[in-house]
């Protein structure tokens, strides 16, 4: 079905190491303890997979078993501590919708700017620009600064901005629909009709209904290790059914 | 390259806008900053320190300005990549970039401030030719700075206490250098200040600004060491710490 891997991902690991609060005052102060050898912490253990290209690639697990850890790498925000990763395309990451915008600054300089920092050209912007409002519903506080915007309409710019990047590569981290009911409707359409589309996406979540309408296939993340891969009802099954023993289990114990 | 001169653009033109509030007049505002410095030195120095000094007044204003882009490039560039946390964290945008377009956004309110300069030295009619000299030390001064902005800007990764080391270090640094004041010829202040290159910068400026000389050629060249020195190694110190950054916030 898929024809070309446009991610591999192969013997991936990550390992931080976890630094305490350091300065130069410190350092002369207790030069020995520098000696001591820091503490690691493994994130990411042998991770291996690909991706083709369209597919759609959800990613599940608990907190803190290195989700957002591999997404990162992916988008080259970290760089991996061993193993090869090769992505190829134009890669969008949606971590955080409302990165980079300036509260000081007025809407469209707002878009202008985002815009350029995703990597699209004035150009681009230009074209998209109109679009852009129009899909916000802000056309009266176009230049208006942003910091007046209430959070929903804050969430709508942002959101607008997202859904133009047109990215060959898109990793979505947790990606939740703002605004009121009728704007999230309409962004979960049109989220849907772009992960639909050509675009290859990596997306992290903890809403399954969202992992089983989307994704083609799954990989289930736990303690940094794969636990299980494979198609997308089997793994979101296995998964649910695992939380929900653990859960059932330690809710029962707090009730005694 | 394209993208990243597009985002230099954004960015630069962004914390431009940001800083005067957007709007003309905020220029105005740091503008004052270096004339109030400036009247005020000159009201209290003018007659002890500027006697022997030819054009003490565009000697000391000549020199609060060109140290002020250096003083405030480099501080401004210890947040700028350090306090941009959430974009750092979740984007790749080039790291040097922001370094980048610190610097310019400081070098474009330097431009001002030199045209008032321009200004107030037409008023006191010194008007000269080595004029043309300027721009090569205006460019070798972008260079030194850009470099320990690099530096600075990593190297805050590491040493979170950065930020009050830095502002001591320039404090002394501002005093050794003759900005309001001059150096005696042959005196052991003008062997010391061959090791600065503030001292080489304001020196070089001067004579093409006010004294209407080419610029000295040893001068020049221990100038154009420093410089391309400082930016070698900043960038060198930014290459090694940069992957690790979105880690380290």
């Given amino acids: 079905m898929f024809d070309t891997d446009v991610i591999t991902v192969r013997d991936l690991s990550k390992i931080f190491t976890l630094r305490g609060e350091e300065t130069a005052l410190t350092r002369l102060i207790k030069f020995r303890e520098h000696l001591r050898l820091p503490r690691k912490f493994t994130a990411l253990k042998n991770i291996s997979f690909s991706v083709g290209d369209g597919e759609v690639l959800g990613i599940v697990g608990r907190n803190g078993s290195g989700k957002s850890t591999l997404l990162r790498i992916l988008a080259g ?159 979101t099954g296995k998964y649910c059914e695992h939380t929900v023993i653990k859960d059932s289990r330690s809710s029962s114990i707090s009730y005694t | 390259m394209k993208q990243g001169i597009n985002i230099l653009y954004q960015t630069t033109k962004a914390s431009f806008k940001i800083r005067n509030a957007g709007s003309c007049l905020g220029i105005l505002w740091y503008l004052l900053g270096p004339i109030f410095t400036f009247i005020i030195l000159l009201l209290v120095f003018s007659h002890r320190l500027g006697e022997n000094v030819d054009h003490y007044p565009l000697y000391l204003l000549s020199g609060i300005i060109i140290w002020n882009f250096f003083s405030t490039s480099t501080s401004r560039s210890l947040t700028c990549v350090f306090g941009q946390a959430g974009l750092i964290k979740s984007l790749p945008v080039r790291r040097e970039l922001l370094v980048i377009s610190t610097v310019l956004d400081v ?31 205006l460019v070798l001064n972008f260079i030194f700075t850009l470099g320990v902005s690099y530096a600075l800007s990593a190297l805050i990764f590491v040493f979170r206490d950065l930020g009050q080391i830095w502002s001591i270090l320039t404090k002394v640094w501002w005093f050794a250098t003759p900005i309001f004041y001059a150096l005696y010829e042959g005196g052991r202040g003008e062997k010391v200040s061959m090791f600065n290159p503030m001292f080489h910068i304001l020196d070089i400026s001067r004579d093409a600004l006010i004294y209407s000389s080419a610029p000295d050629p040893k001068s020049l060249l221990i100038l154009v060491a420093f410089s391309f020195g400082s930016l070698f190694i900043g960038i060198l110190i930014f290459w090694k710490l940069y992957p690790h950054f979105a880690e380290y916030v």
């Fill in chain 2, 107 to 137: 070098l474009i309110s330097h431009l001002f401030e030199i045209v008032i300069f321009f200004l107030i030295a037409a008023y006191f009619g010194v008007i000269t030719f080595t004029i043309i000299f300027f721009p090569i030390v």
């Fill in chain 1, 77 to 235: 925000i970290y760089p991996q501590t061993s193993g090869d990763v090769q992505v190829k395309g134009r890669v969008v990451p949606l971590i955080n919708l409302q990165v980079g915008l300036q509260p000081k600054l007025t809407m469209r300089d707002n878009i202008f700017l985002v815009g350029s920092l995703f990597g699209l050209s004035r150009k681009e912007v230009k074209t998209k620009f109109e679009s852009i409002v129009e899909f916000a519903e802000l056309r009266d506080f176009v230049d208006v600064q942003i910091y007046q915007f209430s959070s929903g309409m804050l969430a709508r710019l942002a959101f607008a901005i997202a859904i133009h990047l047109e990215p060959e590569i898109m990793l979505l981290d947790e990606v939740f629909f703002a605004g009121d009911a009728s704007f999230r409707e309409k962004s979960r359409a049109e989220m849907e009709k772009m992960v639909k589309g050509d675009c290859t996406v990596v997306m992290v979540s903890h809403q399954e209904d969202l992992i089983k309408k989307m994704c083609d296939h799954v990989i289930w993340l736990e303690r940094g290790e794969i636990i299980l891969e494979g198609n997308t009802d089997y793994v």
